[in-house]
């Protein structure tokens, strides 16, 4: 069945019994991963992963595993990440198979409507589908005041609005640095506190500066100096995953963007069409990146960015090497373009 924004709150936090499998898909993957780790805790399960390119060859495995009785008689969640068309066979077979002991969550990119496993998930009464988009507005304040709910932080709106803008409204980010600030406070659930401004900037004095998405627009606007200064001081706080999804959102943004230019559209034009999508202060930097890159440019970051971001994910340890390595490369074919 297909979730809406108001019901998947409730699909996770209090799951049906029924539900044998979930898929999280959508541009916004930390939201999607989020979901999925509020499932886990509300089942009281531990994660059991599984690579889609095992259940690709061997369809029935996803299935036989959600069957199995755990040796410990402790609760499970099958976990697949990256996931994609490539599952939908085992999807299938485990919505078909007679009984199943833990239930599936797949976390997904951007699916097409056409989707097999999107298909199979909204089609069956025993899985549940979702699409993440990043939260912007209103949405992004209520995201972090969720998130800061969870971790026993109670935030006003002002704060929480300039929490989100300054983590680009990633909820990876978001959740991150709202850990440190509940362990600043000493505030879990149990005992929540409020979030004073003064917290933030006791504990957060790099997150008022959106450093995170300020090293991917560094890289795309070629500053190689700026953008290697700032690896160096971020480079024990930094993490792969949450630059990646920075640099992803803004490509996200700027793609079709270029695609209309090259179409023929007016750069004056298609910069008001981007309109509330676009925060002020980002339009000149916006405006200079259209100028720079072309859509084929654009496509091959991307490729490279996806490709990093799923080594990163598969690495037992975090390469942060790589990661600044594939940044200043990037900013190398900017300065190429200028």
């Not at 019901?7 to 993957?29: K, M, N, T």
């Not at 007679?98 to 097409?112: D, N, Q, T, Y």
């Not at 004095?205 to 953008?227: C, F, H, I, K, S």
């Amino acid at each position: 069945m297909k979730a809406s924004k108001g019901s998947i709150g409730r699909a996770v936090d209090q799951p049906g019994a029924q539900i044998r499998f979930y898929l999280f898909h959508g541009p916004d993957e930390a939201q999607s991963r989020a979901l999925g780790d509020r499932l886990l805790q509300a089942l009281g399960a531990t994660r059991f992963v599984i690579n889609a390119g095992a259940i690709k060859s061997d369809p029935a495995a996803l299935a036989d595993e959600a069957g199995a009785i755990s040796m410990f008689g402790d609760k499970r969640l099958l976990w697949i990440e990256p996931a994609g068309d490539e599952i939908a066979a085992g999807v299938e077979a485990l919505l078909q198979a007679s009984a199943a002991e833990s239930p599936a969550v797949a976390i997904a990119g951007g699916l097409r409507k056409t989707s097999a496993v999107l298909k199979l998930a909204e089609a069956s009464d025993e899985a549940v589908a979702f699409a993440s988009y990043a939260p912007e507005g209103a949405d992004a304040e209520r995201m972090v005041i969720d998130v800061g709910r969870r971790f026993g932080l109670k935030i006003g709106s002002q704060l929480a609005a300039m929490i989100a803008e300054s983590c680009g409204n990633d909820q990876a980010i978001v959740s991150q640095e709202l850990q440190k600030f509940a362990l600043y406070a000493d505030a879990s659930p149990q005992s929540p506190k409020e979030l004073s401004p003064d917290a933030v900037e006791a504990v957060g004095a790099e997150l008022t500066e959106g450093n995170v998405p300020r090293l991917a627009d560094l890289a795309l606007a070629g500053e190689m100096q700026e953008l290697a200064d700032e690896l160096a001081r971020l480079r024990h706080s930094a993490e792969g995953i949450p630059v990646i999804r920075a640099l992803q959102r803004r490509l996200g943004m700027l793609a079709p963007a270029r695609a209309r230019i090259e179409r023929g559209d007016r750069p004056d034009a298609v910069m008001a069409s981007l309109g509330k999508s676009l925060f002020w202060k980002d339009k000149a930097l916006v405006e200079k990146l259209l100028r720079l890159w072309d859509a084929k440019g654009l496509a091959t970051v991307a490729e490279r960015a996806g490709r990093l971001e799923r080594d990163l994910m598969l690495s037992p340890v975090p390469d942060e090497e790589a990661l600044g390595q594939e940044l200043l490369s990037i900013a190398r074919a900017a300065r190429g373009r200028r």
